[in-house]
């Protein structure tokens, strides 16, 4: 029994470590934990704005920028990612709770309501610039625009 068990615990965490290495870096939902993963690696973070099941820019720019493979090296080197998002559809609503923080985060960083939106911000929540999503530009011009907005 000890022998069954202890392959199942293997087969689960192997399962878990594989879903994160297709998944890429995993996005923050808690503003409070991004600061604080921020302060402990001294790095910016990354507020990403998005109705992931409604904007059409939004589900683009996820996945042919924040999927993309030299993205998610870059991203687990350097940010920490924070997910900010609407979704429309009632079979996607976030729980109450999140729902009020991403409110929160919008009225602060996004009043205007762009989507998608990207913010970066150092670990105490000062703005250091933003931008939005272009089609035109590549996954590697996307991160010379992050690394030169950060080393400012």
Known sequence: MFKTTFKTVQA????????NLLIGQTFQHNIDEAKKIATENNRPIALVFSGSDWCKPCIQMRSTILEDDTFVDFANRKLVLM???????????????QRAQNEKLADQYNPKGT???IVL???QGEVKG????????????????IETIMAN
Do not use: G
């Open 12 to 19: 689960v965490l192997a399962l878990i470590f594989l879903s």
């Open 83 to 97: 997910e900010v998002d609407f979704p429309y559809k009632k079979a996607n609503r976030l729980p109450k709770k």
């Open 121 to 123: 911000t150092d670990a």
């Open 115 to 117: 989507f998608p939106l």
């Open 130 to 145: 933003e931008f939005s999503y272009d089609q035109r530009l590549s996954v590697d011009q996307y991160i010379q625009h």
